[in-house]
């Protein structure tokens, strides 16, 4: 089979391997669709922070089921599955005994394609050990290129979860990546009143409005964004809640200095991987809620299966483009041109 293996910083390696073959409690999935994430993009343009070993990449897998190993009774050969981030422990650590699998204390190594060997760039993935990891059945009526998109749809659902945002109010999305798109579309069948959403890329407005936004502001265009907010919301203050989904220093600060009003929240939901220069004071005396968010639970993703098979949710337009394995580097994780790009998809039978 064909895997893309990382060996390090702007090295991905397109390798034959043989099929891999399931020990006990271990299955082996055959990968229809597997998503490219930012994360993936950051590991191969930086290397990855901790695991040095050639890793296949991937972790937005789905996929049929193509062989269970001794033990596995809760899977079978055939059925249609969802593989991805965050893995968890069995041995009941303080988070997971909460039931806050996301922030597992042993979740990490066990991840597919972030803290192992294993991923889904490849025909064929290994579930090295299926009690430590999420794997989630799909319905039938539920087509495998809707649900692949799970990781970022989950990401944006539960930091909306996790926020204290109410019906009618006001709110602010910086980002118009995946993330921010899959929030606008939540936020507004969750009733919120004006939905502005800060970005740097017009082109993707049209889009953004489709989804359910209110206003787009180009942040590289606007001189005053606080007051621009202000004014479109009417109001000598600015959002109720604003949600920080583009993962970019900057835009932290934006949602920060200029899109909260006194005592209302910024749910941080991109992951920001630069420094970032606060002056706590500056913002302090107003008492914004600062609060975070990190990827989600598998319950999530069963509710966001069961909003797309009841129709309650669907994301046009989301993937942008699906490549073969071969194409992986050059139309994928060091694509140039990502005007207009959102999600990207591998099929590894292509
Ligand atoms: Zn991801
Ligand atoms: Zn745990």
Redesign the pocket.
Known sequence: MKAAVLYGKEDVRLEERPIPKAGPNQMVVKINYVGICGTDVEFFRHGHPFYHEPMVLGHENSGTVSEVGEGVTEFQVGDRVLCGPPA??????????RGE?N?????FPRTAGIGGPDGGYADYYLVRDVAHTMLIKVPDNVEFKDAVLFDVICVALHGIRKSDFKLGDNVVVSGTGPIGLSAIQFLKAGGANKIIVLGTNSAKFPTLKEYGADYCINTKECADIGGEIRSILGSPVGADIVFECAGQPDSLLNCIHQCVRPGGQVMIIGTIQSPVTLSPGNFQIFEPDLKSAFVYTADEVRMYLEMLAAGKISFPGMVTDIISLTDCVERGLDRKDRTGMLKILIDPSL
Request: glycine letters at 6%.
């Open positions: 968890h422990c069995v041995e009941d650590c303080p988070s997971c005994r699998t922030i597992c204390i042993n979740g």
